[in-house]
């Protein structure tokens, strides 16, 4: 005799288990869930190894082993005639350390990184802030001319510049005919040539880095802030600036970066007088044959990239805490 489920809601019904048996269970029970047997369920991780592999191996040619192989010759030593001294010594860091030559390269490659990224944040903020506030229908357009000197390469750029900040450029030229100066500026083949130059090369990269980060920026804060009655000045320094400030570290560090390891600008604008870590790198390494030397700069110039950004993730923590504020315990 059989018992319709429908009359008997309690009447047991065969279910069937993963290891084959049947049990009972009632009928009005929930559905059961099958839960796949242990050792199963791993092809997604495999899926995303065997996605990942390529970009992986990649990452380990093209940047880990030549590292490690720049680690490695810092450690060897150097002889006569661009000979290398297969060894495992520190003598070229104390060499390299000891010699006030390149302290001075080092210590004038941070302060045109420094000079470059102030210089190109203090152009470039403005042109981001009316780029991220606009609403006109050309604001993609605008955008686009703002970024368009990355079409061009920095070789050809630097060239130009050359043509500009020479003693016959247009600058000189322009000031000396108007009767403005009595000889022509000095503003090529020296330092405050490379830094004009740099800033001007590294601020495509820092309007965009700028942009990007002005996410948190809002107009309707700026209006509220002005219909209470305070001024410009007031909205600006408690309002827009902190809200950007995200943005604005992006940006410096990404000028700080590319303008420590630029070698084009520093060799061509410099006409060979401006030392910094780039061009001292490569001096030593195709000039002097001196591997060792220019392996222990470059170690150094990592060096200093791990302090600058140190520094950058700290204070965005700190402008995170600042937005955020502290959180509650146990959340």
Known sequence: MTVDPAEAPEAAQAVEAPDGTRTARPANAPPAVNVPPRGRGRGPGRLALALLAPGLLALLLTYALP???????SLNESGEGGAIRQTFSLATFGHVLGSGHYWNVIGRTVELGVLVTVFTLLVSYPVALFLARTTSRWRGLLIALAVTPLLISSVARTFGWMAILGSQGVINKTLTGAGLLDGPLPLANNFTGVVIAS?????????????????????????????????RRTV??????????????????????LSLSGYVTPRLIGGGRVFVLATEIYDEAITALDWPVAAVLSVLLLAVFGVVITLYLRAQRALEARFTGPREAGS
């Open 236 to 257: 600006f320094r408690r309002i827009v600036l902190p809200l950007t400030l995200p943005g604005v570290l992006t940006a410096a560090l990404l000028v700080f970066v």
């Open 67 to 73: 590292l490690v192989w720049v680690l490695r010759m």
């Open 199 to 231: 800033t001007e090369i590294y601020m495509p990269f820092a309007i965009l880095a700028m942009i990007s980060g002005f996410g948190r920026l809002d107009p309707a804060l700026e209006h509220a802030a002005a219909s209470l009655g305070a001024p």
